[in-house]
């Protein structure tokens, strides 16, 4: 079983930056992607960015476009997600996951994906 490791996570004023990073070994790309999700307190999962393999599809969240970017070293296994320009509404657990088919296309769906990481807290205060 592919398991995602999340790690970057910390607490940081609004306006501030922080970088997560996904790191998925043993995934195969090929056809696949990788989804990043929050969960606000509260509140359901939802998606926030995903990138496909090689790179080419980005897709985001409208409350997150233009502050945050997605990127993947596949060297590494790792995916980055840089957060910019932070809000206090962005506060929650992040998770990393795998997803396949038609997960890689439309609306970010959290059960579509493989979110078994312990996921990484980021908390931005106003």
């Known amino acids: 079983q592919v398991q995602p490791v999340e790690s970057g996570g910390g607490s940081v004023q609004a306006g501030g930056s922080l970088r997560l990073s996904c790191v998925v070994s043993g995934f195969t790309f090929d056809s696949g992607c990788i989804g990043w999700f929050r969960q606000a307190p509260g509140k359901e999962r939802e998606g926030v960015a995903r990138?496909?393999?090689?790179?080419?599809?980005?897709d985001y969240a409208d409350s997150v476009k233009g502050r945050f970017t997605v990127s993947q070293d596949n060297a590494k296994d790792t995916t980055y997600l840089e957060m910019n320009s932070l809000r206090p509404d962005d506060t929650g657990v992040y998770y990393c996951?795998?997803?396949?088919?038609?997960?890689?296309?439309?609306?970010?769906?959290?059960?579509?994906?493989?979110?078994r990481g312990q996921g990484t807290q980021v908390t931005v205060s106003s």
């Open positions: 996951g795998t997803g396949r088919g038609w997960a890689c296309l439309g609306s970010m769906v959290p059960l579509a994906f493989n979110l």
């Open positions: 990138i496909s393999h090689g790179g080419d599809n980005t």
